[in-house]
């Protein structure tokens, strides 16, 4: 059975990601999107409130999927609130997944991930990766703007480890890519 990769990208940076392991994956590639994007205010009341925003249907066919692997960003500990939309939405084909995200990489913000995806899907995933924006050979801090990620950040993420078992997790292959 094929992988099903759903991501959400408020920047950019994860759907690069999502659209680079679509190849890795032979997978097929869903985006939420939302019927009015949202700026940052109403990204912050939903983070305060715990809200789950409205997202566009995808008209998922999940008899064809043997894994999902779910794409997003996390924003202050938190799983970005459309993804967390679309978990609540179809927690009931999300039995065997895994998690990824481009992110700062806090400490201890792996198990927030982790709690809050059983919370939401009762299955724990198969696998929890973040490629760490700041453990990048070319990161520079920007001030006033989030970091835009590159095609050259993708591929330092790819000789990683951590992806190369995502890999296999996703594609059941018995060797690393």
């Given at each position: 059975?094929?992988?099903?990769?759903?991501?959400f990208s408020y920047t950019g940076n994860n759907e690069l990601l999502a659209n680079t392991m679509v190849n890795d994956l032979d997978s097929e590639v869903l985006q939420i999107t939302e019927p009015k994007k949202r700026g940052m205010f109403k990204i912050m009341l939903d983070m305060l409130f715990n809200r789950f925003p409205k997202i566009n249907d995808l008209n998922v066919s999940w008899q064809e999927y043997g894994h999902t692997l779910l794409i997003a960003p996390i924003w202050n500990y938190e799983i970005a609130h459309p993804m967390k939309t679309f978990i609540k939405e179809n927690k009931e084909h999300l039995k065997n997944y895994s998690f990824v995200t481009l992110c700062s990489g806090r400490e201890i913000q792996k198990e927030k991930i982790a709690t809050q995806l059983q919370k939401l899907t009762s299955y724990e995933p198969k696998d929890i990766v973040?490629?760490?924006?700041?453990?990048?050979?070319?990161?520079?801090?920007?001030?006033?703007?989030?970091?835009k990620v590159t095609q050259v950040d993708i591929e330092f993420f790819k000789q990683q480890d951590a992806y190369r078992k995502l890999v296999k997790v996703s594609t059941h292959k018995k060797e690393a890519v």
């Open positions: 059975m094929k992988t099903l990769i759903v991501y973040e490629f760490k924006i700041l453990q990048l050979p070319n990161y520079v801090e920007q001030r006033n703007s989030m970091y």
